[in-house]
């Protein structure tokens, strides 16, 4: 059986696909979403409590690296196999090379209910991975475009580092990390328990959503879809290498390769959409979205962790 909060994302897609009138008000789903960020980053902080080391930062070191690595490998696949335009490749370098904290949310909840020993530090991938791959794709963009509608990239940094989700991750964790999980039980216990309630009714909505992206398919897609249910099983595996590499524990290992998977359908599209105005969004999120989250929370978490096995021993 599935893990239950997968459910809660079939249940969402199934929803979608009748057209039912099901919906989870916009105003509750930021309230999730803010929810699922801050206690992901407490949980974070509370396991990195006392215990920070130079293998850690050589740990992270690599973990960045991931992300400079990913969008440069990306660019040139979806440009010359996939036959997307300059602005469209550049697009999907940053969305795949990025991460997606849905994913993230759900391969954590799944290393939980398999007790596989996952490091405090797995949140910070999540910042380290997203960063790099969105300036990188603007920097791909900037070094190959031709166009003149290039926007201007002054205010970039600053939206992408102070945006609701790197504030609350990055801010959960140094919480966490200075109060530890006694400390702050009395307000930190009220997220960290609710954490799979808070993550089911994510899910319900992501369900709903991906639904409707799928709607916007059509043959045209064919390569698209190919890239987009392929590209995870390939990307996963650097993960599971760096993973190897640095000796990491079987679920910090699920998650990295989870999140090397994964891409990004929030932080992402917000950033490209502004600096790349001639990239085609909607493309994107029908990649990330509608294929790859899908594919990653009903097939792919599971399958990584197959093959860490396979891998490990």
């Not at 990188?136 to 900037?142: A, M, P, Q």
Request: with cysteine; charged share 10%; glycine share 10%.
């Amino acid at each position: 059986m599935p893990d239950i909060v997968v459910m809660f994302f079939v249940l969402g897609v199934v929803a979608g696909v009748v057209r039912s009138d099901l919906s989870i008000p916009k105003a509750a789903y930021d309230i999730l979403s803010l929810l699922l960020m801050l206690t992901i980053g407490l949980k974070g902080g509370m396991a990195l409590h006392g215990s920070l080391s130079l293998s850690l930062l050589i740990e992270l070191a690599g973990v960045t690296l991931l992300g400079i690595i990913i969008p440069l490998v990306i660019f040139p696949i979806v440009h010359y196999l996939v036959r997307l335009s300059i602005a469209d490749s550049a697009s999907l370098s940053a969305h795949y090379g990025s991460v997606s904290a849905g994913t993230f949310a759900v391969a954590l909840a799944y290393t939980e209910a398999h007790n596989l020993l996952t490091g405090g530090q797995v949140t910070l991938y999540l910042v380290l991975l997203e960063l790099p791959a969105i300036m990188l794709g603007l920097l791909l963009y900037r070094r190959f475009s031709r166009s003149s509608s290039i926007t201007k990239t002054s205010g970039l940094w600053h939206e992408t580092l102070t945006n609701r989700g790197v504030i609350l991750l990055v801010g959960g964790v140094l919480i966490g990390w200075l109060y530890g999980p006694d400390a702050g039980e009395s307000v930190t216990g009220l997220y960290t328990k609710a954490f799979h309630g808070i993550l089911a009714l994510f899910l319900l909505e992501m369900g709903m959503v991906a639904a409707e992206t799928l709607r916007s398919l059509r043959w045209g897609h064919s390569r698209l879809i190919i890239f987009a249910l392929t590209a995870p099983i390939v990307l996963s595996c650097f993960g599971l290498l760096m993973a190897y590499w640095l000796g990491l524990p079987a679920g910090s290992a699920v998650i990295l390769a989870s999140l090397t998977a994964s891409a990004s359908y929030i932080a992402a599209p917000v950033a490209i959409r502004a600096a790349i105005p001639d990239a085609n969004i909607g493309l994107a999120m029908l990649a990330s979205l509608g294929l790859t989250f899908p594919f990653n929370v009903l097939i792919g978490i599971p399958l990584y962790h197959q093959l860490w096995l396979w891998l490990a021993g």
